[in-house]
């Protein structure tokens, strides 16, 4: 009695080839990431719930996996922010701040299942955590990190969109609504799906907001005109809020230091409609956006906030974090057939098909090749040859080598080319060199296809 | 009212300069791995537990994270051998074989917590699997990467240990003492603690084998003398049993390739010893030991199996595959101060300090040295320069840049080499040589301090 093999519905499990592109997409991240000094961190996927749980509440915690292990109640992590939080408050006397951290793992929650949605993804998550107080030039860096991590990736056409939630609380305070300000920030969020009109009538309907305040409103969302334009529009509101005023302060100098740090103004726009969520963010908001792809949302979002973990320490912990939902972002690449399987999908470079009794001198040459930094296969099975060759085309490998008793009387080796089918009989050296060439031009592609 | 923080015990949880060398032996296996033409996998953590426990029972099944979820009667993964099985047999008509993979990924286990004992931990496992037949020269080749993996990390004094099931096996069956096989081999397991006196005496009294049968015993796990040499001690009980003649075939094969694959003589040894386990392999087995180490036990450890899915399909797939039981090694390793911080646990190269109150300079001096391939962090935190300098020192930043008013009108860059104490003023341009010459050397070497 067999039993079926099944992968739980809402766990992504790849085929070889797309896994390949899903590893690509992980390195280029880490590589990123590592390049602005920011250190690999790996924390539990199960945590104590009492931990895990200090501060969640409502639709989160009915989506948490807990479970008891002897008399251990535990639950799986439902982002990495919380573990990071934890992290930092056991391990505050050990690290010096800012703490730059990055995480690539995965995450849990009991969503009910839907085409591309899952229960356990990846996160890829970057934070600076500072210790007391945290400079305004890191919520700068960060469109930079954006810009590279999606650059690197492959894609040309997206946009970081930045905002300013003091702006925001400011300008609601001007108006005396900052009770309200959350409800109409959710509405406000509408506005490119239901147009102004619309919000104009939920905000004085629904939400009782005064006609001119809403106007006031209608008319600060309205602001356009590029980055200095629109700072420059927000200058007339200056003077008649604190915070407001503070705001505008740090929103310039994101901007200001946008070219020092070599993001395109073109790949980055000053948003005001961008609010991210409610308590948690207090400073700089990001979202990045795939221009030719708006339904799918922000691919890369977060923001500064002040207090990381107040539920576990006294220590004021302020920070500044973006995070790329991973695995919804492959989901939804690979659907759109936005990946690039030519550059990063073969698992080797070369298949050496032994041709003689005596495996040794393909052995050799295999281990020969692979010294040079190729991924060499060495292929034994006792196949026909047509077997062997179509082995090589399922797999991608773009070389296939063959050493006989001819080639090795010659001293020479036979190359197959399986994207041209052009075959060569030369010596080892030249044999080489091609291959290399042709992998470079291969290999020379991003992960993502870049649009024209 | 505040949560303690804290981290579940058997749960490893690195300090930032820690995870880095872990993630340095990690990116050692995936690119050795990758080398030999593997294809990474990811299967995910969670299985129903109907799929993962097809197979498992007595202690396994004892220590599984089993819970519910909704209807849903789900495990994590207590290895990552179960989750192939499943994914091979799942995706059968999908893979080309031989299918190889590597997988290097957490599996949980809830054992009795104690020192160095994880209950969440990393196995790093490469397998290739065969569809109906298998040709032994993959089993020739497993000893080839094991020597790579291990001198890439940096070891030297490692021996990986070879024997073949189907000689021992055929060997009990000459002594007609195939039903306590298993009984036996557990006892001559122990030869190296016991000594070969308490072995006879445990054969002949608890297990009753006839004294003869005992004395040929002994005899044969007595079998030194380098590989040619054991080769040829067991030509003399060729002939006897067709089982054992296979096997014998086979550990001739597996050593005479050796050289073509480019493994040393003094890193591997036939050693008839070695049993691994009782039902499951019917080839080859290996073990690896560190040499100054023996207390530590087998660092990379596998075989040759004829089924792996049996409990998903009727289709034969007979494998071959090794495992790296990573977080253990890595707490050994840490332990016995065996790890190389000074190639690889600093999270950036350089440090650039702005002295200047326009931070552009600074910043796009950052982006510059970046685009070089080093890791650079930009310091702005309003400190003083003795508490920038120590956050460098406790980071183990190498390099330290600095670019003030002075420099900018000279047109050069301070830069302090961290462990030299030496602090040159120069051009960008010779400043990046000596920062790359000084790194080539640092980072020259292995993430294992090579032994002497």
Redesign the interface.
């Known amino acids: 009695m067999?039993?079926?093999?099944?992968?739980?519905s809402g766990?992504?499990?790849?085929?070889?080839r797309e896994?390949?592109l899903?590893?690509k997409m992980m390195a280029v991240l880490r590589e990123t990431y590592?390049?602005?000094?920011?250190?690999?961190?790996?924390?539990?996927?199960?945590?104590?719930s009492?931990?895990l749980l200090?501060k969640a509440g409502g639709e989160t915690e009915k989506q948490i996996?807990r479970?008891?292990?002897?008399d251990?109640d535990?639950s799986l992590r439902f982002d990495l922010t919380v573990p990071l939080?934890?992290?930092v408050?056991?391990?505050y006397n050990?690290?010096?701040f800012?703490?730059?951290?990055f995480q690539i793992g995965?995450v849990?929650r009991?969503e009910r299942a839907q085409r591309g949605r899952f229960r356990?993804f990846y996160q890829a998550d970057i934070d600076i955590i500072?210790d007391g107080?945290?400079?305004i030039?890191?919520e700068a860096?960060i469109p930079?990190i954006i810009f590279q991590t999606f650059s690197r990736l492959g894609l040309r056409r997206f946009q970081i969109r930045v905002n300013n939630r003091k702006i925001l609380n400011g300008f609601y305070a001007m108006l005396e609504l900052s009770e309200q300000a959350g409800d109409i920030m959710r509405t406000v969020d509408k506005l490119e799906k239901i147009g102004p009109e619309k919000v104009a009538q939920l905000l004085t309907g629904e939400l009782g907001v005064p006609q001119q305040a809403a106007d006031e409103i209608l008319r600060f969302i309205a602001i356009r005109g590029g980055n200095a334009g629109v700072l420059q529009a927000l200058e007339q509101y200056r003077g008649r809020n604190a915070l407001f005023d503070a705001g505008l302060e740090e929103l310039a100098t994101v901007v200001?230091?946008l070219s020092?740090?070599?993001v395109p103004e073109e790949n980055f726009a000053v948003d005001l409609t961008i609010a991210r969520g409610l308590d948690y963010y207090t400073g700089t908001v990001y979202e990045t956006t795939m221009l030719d792809h708006p339904e799918i949302g922000s691919v890369c979002s977060g923001g500064r906030y002040d207090n990381l973990?107040e539920?576990?320490?006294?220590k004021i912990l302020p920070g500044v974090g973006i995070s790329i939902g991973l695995t919804r972002l492959f989901f939804v690449l690979n659907e759109q057939r936005m990946l690039n399987a030519d550059c990063c999908a073969a698992?080797?470079d070369v298949?050496v098909l032994p041709m003689t009794a005596d495996?040794?001198?393909a052995?050799?040459l295999a281990?020969r090749l692979?010294e040079t930094g190729?991924?060499?296969?060495?292929?034994?099975?006792?196949k026909k040859f047509h077997a062997k060759m179509n082995?090589a085309d399922?797999?991608k490998?773009p070389y296939v080598v063959f050493l006989g008793e001819d080639e090795l009387s010659a001293g020479v080796v036979s190359c197959k080319d399986m994207a041209s089918g052009e075959q060569t009989k030369l010596a080892y050296d030249e044999t080489l060199a091609r291959i290399q060439a042709g992998l470079a031009r291969k290999y020379s592609g991003t992960v993502i296809r870049t649009e024209e």
Chains 1, 2 share one sequence.
């Not at 766990?11 to 070889?16: A, I, T």
């Not at 800012?98 to 951290?101: E, K, M, N, S, T």
């Not at 539920?311 to 006294?314: I, K």
């Open positions: 067999k039993v079926q093999p099944r992968t739980l766990f992504m499990e790849l085929l070889p896994q390949m899903m590893e590592a390049a602005y000094g920011f250190a690999p961190l790996d924390t539990p996927v199960i945590e104590a009492e931990v200090a996996y479970f008891s292990k002897g251990s535990l939080a934890k992290y408050a056991l391990h050990e690290l010096p800012p703490f730059r951290r995965k849990y009991g356990e500072g107080k945290l400079d030039a890191n860096e930079a200001k230091y020092a740090f070599g973990a539920y576990y320490t006294n698992a080797a298949l495996l040794s001198p052995i050799a281990a692979r190729l991924r060499v296969q060495l292929y034994t099975e006792k082995y399922r797999l490998i």
